[in-house]
């Protein structure tokens, strides 16, 4: 079955930090958009990057600049690294994997928290 297992999140200092690693299994690898959402408590999920299977990167203005996404298709997974972290980053974090609206699967989530 399809799985998406996200890791890495935590607390971190304002100005901080973190890796997030995502292990994806049971589809197609290549053939997905890879993306990074979050979703703060009271707000909706929202977007922060999406990457190819080729490379081509997307970004949410408010994390140019600051976060990179990157995937190693020759061991299925997907990282978010993201610097200069502050308050307003404080989410949990999730990955997705993206073909077509019917074939659109979510990982369970990882929380990040920036708070000194």
């Known amino acids: 079955q399809v799985q998406l297992v996200e890791s890495g999140g935590g607390l971190v200092q304002p100005g901080g930090s973190l890796r997030l690693s995502c292990a994806a299994s049971g589809f197609k690898f290549r053939d997905y958009v890879m993306g990074w959402y979050r979703q703060a408590p009271g707000k909706q999920r929202e977007r922060v990057a999406v990457i190819t299977y080729g490379g081509f990167q997307s970004y949410d203005d408010s994390v140019k600049g600051r976060f990179t996404i990157s995937r190693d298709n020759a061991k299925n997974m997907v990282y978010l690294y993201s610097n200069r972290l502050n308050p307003e980053d404080t989410a949990v974090y999730y990955c997705?994997?993206?073909?077509?609206?019917?074939?659109?699967?979510w990982g369970q989530g990882t929380q990040v928290t920036v708070s000194s």
């Open positions: 997705n994997a993206y073909l077509s609206s019917t074939l659109n699967y």
